[in-house]
């Protein structure tokens, strides 16, 4: 449990502190480097050896400034998609009809066209949508439109059979092989209402579950996370175009709980590495983190693959093979979430973190030691080595003592040395 005492409490900053702490955390890793230049026989490492023992050479929490620009403009976007475009609700949300004609091995846009036009033609108003759905011989168009009533059902059915003449895998033909089903709105209603009373159940356990086990900063850091991930997967889904279903209702509450725990994998290294950091000078609070992040890389990276792979089998299987929407719209979101949270827990929730921490007197107090050794370190160094040149000079010039028992040498003449 990591409870800060009553050291670490909020300091009301002027705009010259804050500039400076930023400024100095922000070069102090350049600092460090220059205090100990590399020598030209030193060995140079690779991007992907780097990455792989996280040495701490990519600089993340350094650089936070330009990761919350473009997490500003991703936000931006997303928020301005969602306010102009809106998005596209399923039927299970806004209601209507679906109807589902088994087709055989048909399919291709000359289908749906004819099923468009057949529509038109037995109803007076084209459809929503008309996709075919299904693999091999076992083709399914399936038409979706506006609440009908049962007469006007009835009669698309008949409009329907007279021209395509359906048989079902079950031996129903003509009008009895084709079903349909409708779905009101309200049922979408109720779904959403469901929705956002899970997601606030979720997000206070996980503030508490967070302050508690670690501190109250990485507590709104992570709610925030959460926040940035679910406002840029539904501008995904807005700016796109994907359909919203119950599936996606689902799939967006599990990728919630994906980023979490990536973003607390991140913490909980920055828990171990700045514990205690106030009783040494070797690193700031913002160093620590960034090499946290760092370490951490290789471990945020095969987590987000291996948990993309099995998405995309699902979306493969679902689309081209089975033709299953519900397992679609499930393994989107969630590969749109995987990738979102990956993102977020590197380069938003820590460096959010770090931000929150400089604006207290702890780690504004720590900072400040830990630059002024160094600038006392450099001082030293340099008067050191203008002391050994000084001292070398002066013994070239300076004659050399002679030792005990030699015979004194006349001005001139070379001298014999044992």
């Not at 807005?238 to 279903?245: D, I, M, P, Q």
């Amino acid at each position: 449990m990591s409870k800060h005492s009553s050291e670490d409490t909020d300091a009301e900053m002027t705009q010259s502190d804050a500039t400076e702490i930023t400024e100095a955390t922000e070069s102090a890793v350049a600092v460090e480097t220059e205090a100990t230049p590399a020598t030209a026989d030193a060995p140079r490492h690779g991007f992907l050896s780097r990455l792989y023992t996280g040495t701490g050479a990519f600089e993340v929490v350094g650089r936070r400034r330009q990761w919350y620009v473009v997490c500003a403009v991703m936000i931006a976007i997303a928020v301005a998609s969602i306010g102009i475009r809106g998005f596209n609700f399923g039927i299970d949300f806004e209601g209507g009809t679906t109807v589902s004609m088994p087709v055989g091995a048909e399919s291709g846009h000359e289908l749906t066209t004819k099923v468009s036009d057949v529509f038109g033609k037995t109803l007076g108003h084209a459809p929503e949508t008309v996709v075919v759905v299904g693999q091999g011989n076992d083709h399914t168009v399936q038409i979706r439109s506006e609440t009908l009533s049962s007469a006007q059902t009835d009669k698309l059915k008949t409009a329907l059979a007279e021209e395509f003449h359906p048989k079902g895998p079950d031996g129903k033909a003509g009008a009895q092989a084709i079903s349909d089903s409708a779905v009101s709105s309200t049922w979408g209603g109720q779904i959403t209402q469901k929705a956002l009373i899970a997601l606030g159940v979720f997000v206070v356990i996980v503030a508490i579950y967070i302050a508690v086990r670690y501190e109250r900063y990485m507590a709104v850091a992570s709610l925030a996370s959460l926040a940035f991930d679910l406002i840029l997967t539904a501008g995904v889904y807005s700016l796109v175009g994907f359909e919203v279903t119950p599936a996606t209702v689902i799939g967006l509450l599990t990728i919630l709980g994906f980023s979490l725990y990536d973003t607390v994998i991140v913490f909980d290294k920055v828990e171990e590495n700045t514990h205690g950091f106030e009783h040494t000078t070797r690193r700031t609070f913002a160093e620590q983190a960034n090499l946290a992040v760092n370490q951490t890389f290789m471990r945020s990276i095969n987590t987000s693959l291996i948990s993309a792979l099995p998405i995309i089998s699902l979306m493969v299987v679902a689309v081209w093979l089975l033709g299953v929407g519900t397992l679609k719209d499930l393994a989107l979101v969630q590969l749109v979430g995987v990738i979102v949270g990956t993102y977020s827990s590197i380069f938003f929730a820590t460096p959010l973190l770090v931000s929150l921490r400089e604006r207290t007197d702890l780690v504004r107090n720590h900072t400040r030691r830990v630059l002024n050794r160094r600038k006392a370190a450099a001082e030293r160094g340099g008067a050191e080595v203008e002391s050994e040149a000084s001292e070398s000079a002066v013994a070239v010039l300076a004659p050399e003592k002679p030792e005990p028992g030699a015979k004194p040498i006349r001005p001139g003449k070379r001298t014999n040395r044992r």
